[in-house]
């Protein structure tokens, strides 16, 4: 495509030979001349005076000082995401809808248009796959759960029953939708297992990362709001609500009905315990506990960075004494004021 259609997909200007033909996306260092590279970190900009690209993506205050054509825009980030995507082969490709003769699909189960089955699917009885569906091969398709239009299963992704899925859902592979939540009640000698009555809720725009779980509500639903972005190996306990617009990074935990607001961000590794609730606007750095909720917006972190052995082994015994020094410094500060 030319830059000229590549403006008129983004809404933005050219500056420069808007004619000129590209074929891909490459960084700054990388990009030959027929295709396109972006500025959206200032870390980069070394690397524009000597850039090769048929043109950059980047912000107007950065024209003057790029040697090749420009694609102007406030948000160089958000431009680059939506260029990507026009150079996505899956996202272009035309998958032709029908259903793969090793599929097995329930003759109550209700199909829209343009709905694509691959190879060893299964979809239960009573599930409804709106139009322009896509469930890849081996993955199955609860009784009576139901995907909006456009969403896409990849390879072996398992919705349980009941399951709701919004519009232009990516469910990635290996991801658990809807299984039991955690829950037992122990007697004193065994554990007896709780029935898990509930069902999850995704909202639009979802997309969950390959081998992640969201758990079913034991009594309501599990809920997952719209535009939420859910990154690879993360663990959604029974009950939980999640606000829109909130991003989760790989290995993040959140225990059983903890509410997350919306447009929060839980960095890698992150653990919630149960029963919290975070409000709108928090962000949560890697590896951190969060152990009680959080009611202003902003950022928080626990845990340590990481040290030499010896320094840490050394913290470590300081940590054990933090309460009787601060008992000593308050008996200190009793005396002086005294």
């Given amino acids: 495509m030319t830059l000229a259609d590549i403006a008129r997909h983004l809404n933005i200007p050219v500056r ?7 074929r891909g996306l490459a960084t700054l260092k990388d990009a030959g001349p027929d295709q396109v590279a ?3 970190n200032r870390a980069y ?5 000597s850039t090769r690209a048929a043109a950059v993506l980047l912000h107007p205050e950065h024209a003057k000082e790029c040697p090749v054509a420009c694609l102007e825009t406030a948000n160089p980030y958000v431009g680059y995401a939506q260029l990507s995507q026009l150079f996505d082969p899956m996202a272009v490709a035309r998958l032709e809808a029908g259903v793969h003769p090793s599929a097995i699909v329930a003759e109550d189960a209700v199909l829209g248009e343009g709905v694509r089955i691959e190879a060893n699917a299964v979809v239960g009885s009573g599930a409804m796959l709106e139009d322009r569906v896509v469930i890849g091969p081996g993955s199955i398709v609860g009784a009576d759960s139901r995907l909006g239009e456009e969403s896409h299963l990849h390879a072996n992704v398992t919705l349980y029953h009941g399951v709701v899925i919004g519009k232009r859902a990516i469910m990635h592979s290996g991801c658990v939708i809807g299984a039991d939540g955690f829950g037992f009640a122990h007697d004193g000698a065994g554990w007896h297992k709780i029935a898990q009555l509930g069902g999850v809720i995704l909202g639009d725009d979802v997309e969950v990362g390959s081998c992640s779980s969201i758990d079913r509500g034991a ?3 599990t809920v997952i709001g719209n535009d939420v972005k859910i990154d690879s190996q993360v663990q959604i306990a029974h009950n939980v609500h999640i606000g829109d617009h909130t991003a989760l990074a790989g290995c993040v935990g959140i225990a059983g009905s903890t509410r997350v607001g919306r447009h929060c961000m839980l960095g890698g590794g992150v653990g919630l315990s149960g029963h919290l609730t975070l ?3 928090v962000q949560v750095t890697g590896m951190s506990l969060v152990t009680n909720s959080i009611h202003t917006p902003g950022v928080y972190s626990s845990g340590t960075g990481a040290m030499t052995n010896q320094q840490w082994r ?5 940590f054990k004494q933090l309460d ?5 410094l308050a008996r200190l500060e009793k005396r002086q004021l005294g």
């Fill in 16 to 22: 420069g030979d808007d004619a000129i033909a590209v």
């Fill in 38 to 40: 972006f500025l959206a």
């Fill in 279 to 281: 409000c709108d606007g």
């Fill in 45 to 49: 900009l070394k690397d524009l005076a």
């Fill in 219 to 221: 009594l309501g639903d």
């Fill in 314 to 318: 050394k913290n470590a015994v300081r």
């Fill in 324 to 328: 009787e020094m601060a008992k000593r």
